[in-house]
């Protein structure tokens, strides 16, 4: 049973920073197939209206893996050229990237994509647009509520493993 409610927090928890995976896009607003070669980076600048949520679709659709994604805002962009510590609104190093961005106030965002230097050349997609519906961003309240039912999760079911295993060796004692 505890197994069962360690399972339970789990999945709480992924729900908790999950937008809703049936996010529909209303328009995208770029849309772009290109070729990165190793060692090549792109960088795209988009202006986001306030009270919007967009949509950021990358996809490599040949060469699997080796590609990296950073959408940063303005001030962390100026900090990432100038070599200094910076965030990042999301980061991926897969072939496949979507996120899910609600802007409260106009704001500049710089999409960069590159391609890891050991790597061959990649056929990429690229697609910016307007989500249909808003979503809520991700307060560090929403992070705190995250982080509890993770640790919930693994206390539950570390606890119900080790009831079961007490429970399986006194009942093999008995026989």
Same mark, same amino acid.
């Given at each position: 049973?505890?197994? &069962?409610?360690?399972?339970?927090?789990?999945?709480?928890?992924?729900? +908790?920073?999950?937008?809703?995976?049936?996010?529909?896009?209303?328009?995208?607003?770029?849309?772009?197939? !290109?070729?990165?070669?190793?060692?090549?980076?792109?960088?795209?600048?988009? /202006? $986001?209206?306030?009270?919007? +949520? $967009?949509? @950021? $679709? $990358?996809?490599? /659709?040949?060469? &699997?893996?080796?590609?990296?994604?950073?959408?940063?805002? =303005? =001030?962390? %962009?100026?900090?990432?050229? *100038?070599? =200094?510590?910076?965030?990042?609104?999301?980061?991926?190093? +897969?072939?496949?990237? #979507?996120?899910?961005?609600?802007?409260?106030?106009? #704001?500049?965002?710089?999409?960069?994509? %590159?391609?890891?230097?050991?790597?061959?050349?990649?056929?990429?997609? *690229?697609?910016?647009?307007?989500?249909? #519906?808003?979503?809520?961003?991700? +307060?560090?309240? /929403?992070?705190?509520?995250? /982080?509890?039912? *993770?640790? *919930?999760?693994?206390?539950?079911?570390?606890?119900?493993? @080790?009831?079961?295993? %007490? &429970? !399986?060796?006194?009942?093999?004692? =008995?026989?």
């Amino acid at each position: 049973m505890l197994i &069962g409610l360690g399972g339970l927090f789990f999945v709480i928890s992924q729900a +908790t920073l999950s937008p809703s995976s049936s996010i529909k896009v209303k328009e995208w607003i770029y849309e772009e197939m !290109f070729e990165l070669s190793p060692l090549e980076y792109r960088i795209y600048n988009f /202006t $986001f209206p306030s009270n919007k +949520t $967009f949509v @950021i $679709f $990358f996809h490599s /659709t040949s060469g &699997g893996s080796c590609i990296g994604l950073e959408i940063v805002d =303005e =001030e962390n %962009y100026r900090r990432k050229v *100038l070599g =200094e510590i910076y965030s990042y609104v999301s980061r991926s190093y +897969t072939h496949y990237h #979507e996120v899910v961005i609600p802007v409260k106030e106009k #704001e500049v965002y710089h999409i960069i994509c %590159y391609n890891d230097p050991g790597c061959y050349v990649k056929s990429v997609e *690229l697609k910016v647009g307007y989500a249909e #519906e808003s979503v809520k961003p991700i +307060t560090s309240r /929403t992070i705190k509520h995250r /982080t509890l039912f *993770l640790s *919930l999760s693994l206390a539950s079911s570390a606890l119900g493993l @080790i009831v079961s295993l %007490y &429970g !399986f060796a006194k009942e093999s004692k =008995e026989v």
